[in-house]
């Protein structure tokens, strides 16, 4: 693949990725996931990550960008653009991931009470890690508008 294409690629996953029908529909992925480990439902597990693989490629370009899960997903494109350092941001990142590991080995050994808060508790850092990067995303943007109305 050479550069231009994959530039387009790169371009066109983060373009329609940035529809917030895109990142709505995939907050069910990990109660998916979890249930189908749980129920040992594997095809539901297999189309849980098919859907989730394809998901960014579903829906169409956004007309505009003023939902906050399209802003979402730019400050998402931004942080792993220019690998911005997190500082404490990455905490809730971490703690999501270990969250996510435990929900699943949590389902896995049918622990229906530590399989429903390791999710609940996956999910609202997740959300508490995104909404402080539309934050940070949104300050740049304004930091980088009044430098633009300041020349």
Do not use: Q
Request: net charge positive; no cysteine; hydrophobic share 50%.
């Amino acid at each position: 693949m050479d550069d231009s294409v994959r530039t387009r690629a790169k371009r066109l996953f983060w373009e329609r990725h940035a529809n917030p029908w895109s990142g709505w529909t995939r907050t069910v992925t990990l109660p998916a996931l979890v249930h189908a480990v749980f129920a040992r439902r594997w095809r539901l597990l297999v189309a849980t990550v098919l859907f989730t693989l394809l998901n960014p490629l579903l829906f169409p370009k956004p007309e505009d960008a003023d939902a906050w899960m399209t802003k979402v997903v730019l400050a998402e494109r931004r942080w792993r653009e220019t690998d911005d350092d997190l500082g404490a941001l990455h905490v809730l990142n971490v703690g999501n991931a270990l969250a996510t590991l435990y929900a699943l080995y949590a389902a896995y050994r049918r622990d229906v009470g530590g399989a429903t808060v390791a999710t609940a508790l996956a999910m609202t850092l997740k959300f508490a890690f995104v909404a402080a990067l539309v934050r940070r995303y949104e300050g740049d943007l304004s930091l980088d508008a009044y430098d633009r109305s300041a020349s």
